[in-house]
């Protein structure tokens, strides 16, 4: 359970320093999301899945 309260704060410090940082490239970046066809949405997804899997998989197999 802590790892996953780790994690969940990690995500939150990184997304909050984009905003805090650059919020005029994360609503041009929202616009060219919404630009996009639905399926490559998707794939957009399932890739940033798959690569969540493989890092966390890799942070296991390094002993954190």
Do not use: K, N, Y
């Amino acid at each position: 359970m802590a790892i996953a309260v780790l994690a969940f704060g990690l995500v939150l410090i990184v997304e909050g320093l984009v905003w805090a940082l650059a919020p005029s490239m994360v609503e041009r970046l929202l616009e060219m999301l919404r630009d996009l066809a639905e399926p490559a949405r998707r794939q957009i997804g399932a890739l940033a899945i798959v690569t969540g899997l493989i890092l966390v998989w890799i942070a296991f197999r390094l002993g954190v």
